[in-house]
């Protein structure tokens, strides 16, 4: 199945593009597709963690399940002062 991934801040910096259509596997969760970004691109890594993710612009878990069509949004942390 295929999602919409989009890039923003530092992830965009990374990836090199502001958004991307991928193909998945049929019960794909937010957390497999972090995996794997992280594997092709390192530098989304940096945090040390999984960031939180938005499905179609709405917070959501790792464990959530992708869906045709979705699109997915990896928050990158952001520094104030």
């Not at 890594?45 to 464990?63: D, I, K």
């Amino acid at each position: 199945m295929r999602v919409q991934l989009l890039y923003f801040a530092t992830f965009r910096d990374v990836a090199g593009r502001d958004s991307e259509e991928r193909q998945v596997a049929g019960g794909s969760r937010v957390s497999d597709l972090w995996r794997e970004l992280t594997g092709e691109m390192p530098g989304l890594l940096r945090t040390g963690f999984m960031p939180p993710a938005a499905v179609n612009r709405e917070y959501t878990g790792p464990e959530t399940l992708l869906a045709e069509g979705d699109e997915v949004a990896f928050l990158p942390p952001v520094a104030g002062g």
